[in-house]
Each structure stands twice: as structure tokens, then as C-alpha cells.
């Protein structure tokens, strides 16, 4: 399975089903996204991390917290 999360609030964004887990991994591939934003589980799951609305929406409000590592507490 592939998880979508949040990678600033981990908040689960969405799944990929288990039937296009190949065609999804072989376009993130493709992408050559780094560990930062895909990582496989100790389960053997892979969790591939972007932005939720309510975190993106923080960011333009807030520009300044792309300049800290960790701004949500």
C-alpha cells in the first residue's frame, strides 16, 4: 500500500490501492524523489510525504516558518 501524509503534521492525506501500487511507484520513480519525501515502512508499506491544504495554507500566511526546520510544535 501507499500512504500519502502530510510531512509537516503527518496528518494521512490518502492511500493508493493495492492494484496501482506498481504504476504509482514507477511514475514516483521517475520523479527521483529522495528519502525526504518517500519512505518505505518497517511493515513494507511505502509512505510518500507532501503538503495538506491546512499546512500549505499556514505556509502562505506565514512564509517566514519555510526558514525553520520544525515549526509546528
Known sequence: MIRY???H??????TVPV????EVL???RQLQLTTQHMQ???DGHWVVYCI???????LGENPHYYTVE???Q
Do not use: D, F, P
Request: glycine share 4%.
Open 5 to 7: 501524509a502530510c510531512r
Open 9 to 14: 503534521c503527518h496528518h494521512k492525506i490518502g
Open 19 to 22: 492494484e496501482k501500487m506498481s
Open 26 to 28: 514507477n511514475v514516483l
Open 40 to 42: 518505505m515502512t518497517a
Open 52 to 58: 495538506c491544504e491546512q499546512c500549505e495554507q499556514c
Open 70 to 72: 520544525k515549526w509546528l
